[in-house]
């Protein structure tokens, strides 16, 4: 049997090592450019997803100024934009898997994965509203704002037709924001970055009470054609 003499072990050892040696630097070396290139990727992503953020904000905030100001199709156009942002943020969200897994990073993922779900349902809700208010206004007064202070019986029997039909309209809305709440609910409490936590911070307070509005409004709307006297 062949036995390897003490003497010549080390040479032997030396021998050995030598052959394995190219195979192990060239895995380390393709594990750290697929490492870099993965980081590469992973930064740009980033950098992509805090300018889609800023961008759908700027889009959602201009919204709600323009339904203020009842220029609904504007708003909707500018709802739409938010919505492309929003749903390419949370596409490179899914991309950043790895850093997810990571326990300090990964919650800071979830909970902005979470936070930019909740606005996208939001804006869903804005977008159902924007709609609704335009056609009821367009029937009443066409293309000119709506004061209800100044409307004509004839104007405010049609206002009322069309509340009379609104109630799956009003429904979907309550449920976008119900989703949302959801979405909401799995943002975690504690242990968040400053600038997340102060994203999180406002639709935690304000999100609940849109809710219990809708819940204490759609039944007054549901029965305010008939406690005025529509249809007859």
Same mark, same amino acid.
């Given at each position: 049997?062949? !036995?390897?003499?003490?003497?010549?072990?080390?040479?032997?050892?030396?021998?050995?090592?030598?052959?394995?040696?190219p195979w192990?630097?060239?895995?380390?070396?393709?594990?750290?450019?697929?490492?870099?290139? *993965?980081?590469?990727?992973?930064?740009? !992503?980033?950098?992509?997803?805090? =300018?889609?953020?800023?961008?759908?904000?700027?889009?959602?905030?201009?919204?709600?100024?323009?339904?203020?100001?009842?220029? $609904?199709?504007? *708003?909707?156009?500018?709802?739409?934009?938010?919505?492309?942002?929003?749903?390419?943020?949370?596409? =490179?969200?899914?991309?950043?898997?790895? &850093?997810?897994?990571?326990?300090?990073?990964?919650?800071?993922?979830?909970?902005? /994965?979470? /936070?930019?779900? /909740? &606005?996208?349902?939001?804006?869903?809700?804005?977008?159902?509203?924007?709609?609704?208010?335009?056609?009821?206004?367009?029937?009443i007064v066409?293309?000119?704002?709506?004061? $209800? !202070?100044?409307?004509?019986?004839?104007?405010?029997?049609?206002?009322?037709?069309?509340?009379?039909?609104?109630?799956?309209?009003?429904?979907? &809305?309550?449920? =976008?924001?119900?989703? *949302?709440?959801? !979405?909401?609910?799995? @943002?975690? =409490?504690?242990?968040?970055?400053?600038?997340?936590?102060?994203?999180?911070?406002?639709?935690?307070?304000?999100?609940?009470?849109?809710?219990?509005?809708?819940?204490?409004?759609?039944?007054?709307?549901? *029965?305010?054609?008939? @406690?005025?006297?529509?249809?007859?």
């Amino acid at each position: 049997m062949y !036995s390897i003499q003490p003497a010549n072990f080390l040479d032997h050892y030396r021998t050995e090592r030598k052959k394995k040696n190219p195979w192990i630097f060239f895995i380390v070396l393709i594990a750290l450019i697929a490492l870099g290139v *993965a980081s590469v990727f992973a930064a740009r !992503s980033v950098l992509r997803i805090v =300018d889609y953020t800023q961008k759908a904000k700027d889009h959602l905030l201009y919204s709600v100024t323009l339904l203020r100001d009842q220029q $609904f199709a504007y *708003a909707r156009t500018n709802i739409a934009s938010a919505q492309y942002y929003l749903r390419s943020v949370q596409e =490179d969200l899914s991309g950043l898997r790895a &850093i997810a897994a990571v326990p300090v990073l990964g919650r800071q993922v979830r909970a902005f /994965t979470y /936070t930019i779900a /909740t &606005i996208d349902r939001l804006s869903i809700a804005m977008d159902r509203g924007a709609q609704f208010a335009n056609k009821l206004v367009t029937t009443i007064v066409g293309n000119k704002p709506l004061h $209800f !202070s100044e409307i004509t019986p004839e104007q405010k029997r049609l206002f009322l037709a069309q509340l009379f039909e609104a109630s799956p309209v009003l429904q979907g &809305i309550k449920s =976008d924001v119900d989703l *949302a709440m959801l !979405s909401l609910a799995r @943002v975690p =409490d504690r242990f968040l970055l400053p600038p997340l936590a102060s994203a999180v911070e406002p639709l935690k307070m304000q999100l609940p009470r849109a809710q219990h509005s809708l819940q204490i409004a759609l039944p007054l709307l549901d *029965a305010l054609p008939l @406690v005025s006297g529509y249809p007859k």
